[in-house]
């Protein structure tokens, strides 16, 4: 079996699970976007993991999916995460909690704001995780740029929590506000209201895996979702089971259930 990564780098774990594969005998190619041509020879591959949400990287993920290639996460909810505005909205639809949003130029959101609505996170559109993220305390801290729109959400202040997910296993960490996914933590016995909006995460939008960063409001006790991924580097991972291991395996069920319905769609 012919296995494509689209990731942005070969290290971390697209290297841990590309060694899984390799063990295993399947050949695997790494695809980053400095040896990435989306053309035909991608085709030579039987399936693709979507490491990266890249652009570039998910532009090779739609041209895949529309010449029946699999990608796994796919395409479509890749995107979706990666953009802070789509991720929104999928947040919201399923009825959880998110930050108060504005979007706008500089000029018509200090229109919009006042000084009680500090302190804000500013944030880039395309993208997850702390990368680009910055705290907003006042009007001073803005770039005044008009040319750009800003993305600011509400600052939630609370206990912040990176919420890992495998299948159903479910991995809870305590974490500072503000930090990438590589900063320390502290393993917590899962929270049964954290793990009913894992679960039901997971399960609306068909995910194999992911994580979900969660803040429980000190004033309210709210839980609020901040930040959404489809594929963490899992660093954080402290449970029992081998993330690569565990991934890879069930990438494979999920190709192999893909195909199946392929087949069984073209005989009818």
């Known amino acids: 079996m012919n296995i494509g990564i689209l990731s942005k780098r070969t290290t971390n774990f697209t290297a841990k699970i590309r060694s899984y594969y390799e063990q295993k005998g399947y050949n695997v190619k790494i695809y980053t976007n ?51 505005i789509e991720a929104s909205f999928l947040i919201k639809s399923l009825g959880f909690n998110s930050p108060q949003i504005f979007l706008g130029k500089f000029e018509a959101i200090k229109q919009e704001l ?45 206990i912040h929590y990176i919420a890992y997910f495998i ?58 979702i901040v930040d959404v991924g489809s594929f963490p580097e899992f660093s954080n991972w402290k449970c029992k089971e081998d993330p690569v291991s565990r991934i890879g395996d069930i990438i494979i069920k999920r190709y192999e259930m893909i195909i199946n319905k392929q087949i069984i769609k073209s005989k009818k």
């Open 167 to 224: 299948n159903d296993n479910i991995c809870i960490c305590e974490k500072k506000p503000l930090v990438d996914e590589h900063a320390s933590v502290i393993l917590i016995k899962t929270p049964s209201d954290i793990r009913d909006i894992v679960l039901k995460w997971k399960k609306k939008y068909n995910l194999l895996f992911g994580h979900l960063d969660i803040v429980r409001e000190t004033t309210t006790n709210k839980l609020y």
């Open 114 to 158: 006042d000084k009680s609505f500090f302190p804000l996170i500013s944030k880039p559109i395309m993208g997850s995780g702390s990368r680009g993220v910055k705290l907003i305390n006042s009007f001073r801290d803005f770039k005044k740029d008009n040319n750009n729109i800003f993305y600011l959400e509400k600052l939630i202040v609370g």
């Open 34 to 84: 400095m040896n990435l041509s989306i053309n035909d020879s991608l085709i030579e591959n039987d399936f693709f993991i979507l490491k990266s949400k890249k652009l570039q990287l998910l532009y090779a993920g739609y041209f895949l999916e529309a010449n029946n290639i699999p990608v796994i996460p796919n395409t479509k909810i890749s995107f979706k995460c990666k953009h802070r």
